[in-house]
């Protein structure tokens, strides 16, 4: 069964950081698009980052665009998110998602499996 699992998420500071973690139990995930979305409450899913199959291009949201970096293993089959420079307008539960094969997308529906999700509180 495929499955998406993240972690990492917690409570921290504002200027604060955090990595999550997407562990994949998925056949081939080397051929997947990832991506990280997040949702704050009484808002849309927006997309934050994603990273190509092919692990040479990726792609961020202008919100977070020069203080989170987006990262996988293939070996491991995980995708990271690295968050630096946390903002209390980061605050969100945070998903990654995964679509297979061709280009980086930013529409969330073009993503056929998701993960449930971790939170990610900033506080100021």
């Known amino acids: 069964q495929v499955q998406l699992v993240e972690s990492g998420g917690g409570l921290v500071q504002a200027g604060g950081s955090l990595r999550l973690s997407c562990a994949a139990s998925?056949?081939?995930?080397?051929?997947?698009?990832m991506a990280w979305f997040r949702q704050a409450p009484g808002s849309e899913r927006e997309f934050v980052s994603a990273i190509a199959w092919t692990g040479d291009n990726t792609a961020y949201a202008d919100s977070v665009k020069g203080r989170f970096t987006v990262s996988r293993d293939n070996s491991k089959n995980t995708l990271y998110l690295q968050m630096n420079n946390l903002k209390p307008e980061d605050t969100a539960v945070y998903h990654c998602?995964?679509?297979?094969?061709?280009?980086?997308?930013?529409?969330?529906?073009?993503?056929?499996?998701w993960g449930q999700g971790t939170q990610v509180t900033v506080s100021s």
């Open positions: 998602a995964a679509k297979y094969l061709g280009a980086i997308v930013y529409a969330s529906d073009a993503y056929s499996i």
């Open positions: 998925v056949y081939a995930f080397s051929r997947y698009n």
